[in-house]
């Protein structure tokens, strides 16, 4: 009795996955264009609109590999290009993705897909690089939760012109205010956990110009070798060596050096 209560229970749950996969595939058709390196899916969306998007994504690849010193490896080829879904509007995009009404994306960074739709302001300009650039660093070095929350969010936010030149003006105001936050400190935030949205917006600006900082004085290859340590396993504060640096104090001491020239 239990064996055939098993064996029914097991038909009616592939019955299920596969009137719910035949459901869903009529209520999203999707048509696609594909690079060498994105997989475009739209529905209703302009053409020309997807042919920017390719353009554009495309350009970030190339352009975030090289400021991070990655030009030797091929990440996105075949199978594993990454994803970019957009919806035709914003309420297509909030009730098909259940994301709340401010949200403007949603970036599944270890599948590599990117949400977004047609209307999204800055998409371009800030939010596909930001996104591509989390998700090429991390693909690059790993998800060791030992790599600090400013260096993943400050490699995203270099690769955002805008951001990068405005950092550092922040930083500095902040060093004449006496409100900056040094790095052993910085190390030890979650900007998830913080309310202060003067806190948060320090957190980024700091971020964004600790990193500049760093490919500005050492290179891009130079950090690319110390994001080869951190995905080879090194301690974060042991690959500081490729900064000639023992530890975070001393990196501290070089970036607020560098603000004041």
């Known amino acids: 009795m239990k064996y055939k209560f098993f064996v029914a229970f097991i038909v009616l749950f592939f019955a299920l996955c596969v009137v719910s996969h035949d459901v869903s595939a009529k ?31 495309e350009r970030h690849y ?9 030009t030797r490896y091929d990440f996105w080829i075949w199978d594993n290009r990454a994803k970019i879904y957009i919806y035709d509007d914003k309420d297509d995009f909030i009730n098909t993705t259940n994301q709340p009404q401010w949200s403007g994306g949603v970036v599944h960074y270890q599948q590599k897909i990117i949400k977004t739709y047609p209307q999204m302001a800055g998409f371009f300009d800030s939010l596909l690089p930001h996104e591509l ?11 060791d ?4 929350l400013w260096l993943d969010e400050g490699v995203a936010s270099y690769q955002e012109r805008t951001k990068r030149i405005a950092a550092d003006r922040v930083v500095k105001r902040a060093l004449k205010m006496e409100s900056f936050i040094g790095l052993e400190e910085l190390t030890k935030m979650d900007v998830r956990k913080v309310t202060d949205r003067k806190q948060v917006e320090l957190f980024y600006a700091e971020s964004v110009s600790v990193v500049n900082f760093i490919i500005s004085k050492y290179g891009r290859g130079i950090f690319g070798w110390f994001c080869r340590d951190l995905r080879d396993g090194d301690d974060f504060k042991s690959a500081l060596w490729r900064f000639h640096c023992r530890d975070l104090e001393a990196l501290n001491k070089k970036w607020v050096k560098y603000l004041k020239e």
């Open 62 to 70: 190339i352009k975030i590999t090289q400021n991070l010193g990655f």
């Open 27 to 57: 209520e999203k058709k999707w048509r696609q264009k594909k690079s060498e390196h994105f997989i475009v899916y739209f529905q209703d969306v302009p053409n020309d609109f997807i042919e920017e998007i390719i353009d554009e994504a």
């Open 133 to 143: 650039g989390h998700i090429i660093f991390r693909e690059f070095v790993g998800n």
């Open 145 to 148: 939760t030992r790599i600090p």
